[in-house]
């Protein structure tokens, strides 16, 4: 995600804030970055038991009010991309049905 300028480190303040009471909503992993290359970009990758375990999350009033602190920071620039766990290092932490389709 993109920050308006000078705002990263804010929204990487909020983004940590949250962070936890994630891994009872079903988040196996959540890893908040920052470019060394561009000052307002914000990188967070995700792992979690399930998309509908990720799409309840966003529901949680801890996370609404997260996202309505940060919101006003963005630029609206959001890249992402989904995808299902084949295997590798530090994933053994998911179940089989977690981790198969």
Avoid: N, Q
Avoid at 3 to 16: C, K, Q, S
Avoid at 64 to 84: D, N, S, V, Y
């Amino acid at each position: 995600m993109r920050t308006r300028p000078g705002r990263r480190d804010e929204v990487v303040a909020i983004l940590l804030g949250g962070a936890d009471g994630l891994r009872d909503g079903g988040c196996h992993l959540y890893a908040v970055g920052v470019s060394e290359t561009d000052p307002d970009l914000v990188v967070v990758s995700e792992l979690w038991a399930s998309k509908e375990h990720h799409d309840a999350s966003l529901h949680l009033p801890e996370a609404k009010a997260a996202i309505a602190a940060a919101m006003p920071m963005l630029t609206g620039e959001f890249t992402g991309a989904e995808a299902r766990i084949a295997g590798g290092l530090g994933v053994d932490v998911l179940t089989d049905a977690a981790a198969r389709p």
